[in-house]
């Protein structure tokens, strides 16, 4: 039996008009497609037609294992992430379950494009992305990677910034960047990028714990020449204007 091709796709943040023309194509061209609960609703009108399989969080491995014995039945599957599937996505577990199958992995817009774009333009010189999850790495190490980012001064985007069982790390993360970095640095606070309920915050490193950060939020800690203007965040690449 000819095996079915696998495709790992970026659905970016959820609104169909954010979504890559390859990843909709895709989506309506499998026989099934694979996901977690929440990302399946974000596109359910557009698989009606489809075979879906859908599971809760923490069981990516089994996904993955679905995916491939779907695959084996001769069945083309797409397996479906939010933002890019490749950035703290399904691509990379599923490449390494691999058992010779054709895979194709496409890309979507991750959380910190996305939330940069409602911010303004934060992310136009060197910047990084930083987890605060440590479901799957020590905290010790990303506390060192923050400091690293913040002794560099690189624009850093902070993911899963603060979850109900997770509410100290966020802070601990703040700490870090004032050791390095002036109060007055410039932060972006992003709720559901590009999704309904929006809601986008410019504040500074002194004050952002003001606000409200969950786990639907994106970080944006500014270099040393981030500004605000006109109620945009700005990362100025070096020209002359």
């Not at 859908?54 to 933002?83: F, H, P, Y």
């Amino acid at each position: 039996m000819t095996k079915g091709k696998i495709y790992v796709v970026g659905l970016g943040p959820g609104n169909h008009e954010h979504m890559s023309y390859k990843a909709m194509e895709v989506i309506k061209s499998v026989d099934v497609v694979v996901g977690y609960k929440t990302y399946i609703e974000l596109i359910r009108e557009l698989i009606s037609d489809k075979e879906i399989v859908v599971s809760g969080m923490k069981k990516e491995v089994d996904r993955c294992n679905q995916v491939l014995e779907i695959a084996a039945t001769g069945k083309d599957v797409a397996l479906v992430s939010s933002g890019d599937a490749g950035v703290y996505g399904m691509a990379g577990i599923m490449l390494e379950m691999n058992e010779d199958f054709d895979i194709e992995i496409v890309p979507g817009i991750t959380s910190a494009n996305a939330s940069a774009s409602s911010l303004g333009a934060p992310l136009m010189h060197d910047f990084c992305v930083i987890s605060l999850s440590d479901l799957l790495t020590d905290w010790e190490l990303i506390k060192k990677r923050i400091e690293c980012a913040a002794i560099g001064d690189f624009v850093t985007a902070i993911y899963n910034p603060r979850s109900k069982g997770r509410q100290t790390q966020i802070v601990e993360a703040r700490d870090i960047f004032m050791k390095h970095k002036s109060k007055d640095t410039v932060v972006g606070i992003v709720e559901n990028a590009k999704r309904e309920g929006e809601n986008v915050t410019i504040t500074t490193l002194e004050n952002m714990l003001d606000y409200e950060i969950n786990m639907f939020t994106t970080v944006i800690v500014g270099n040393s020449n981030t500004f605000e203007k006109e109620g945009k965040m700005v990362t100025p690449r070096g020209y002359k204007v």
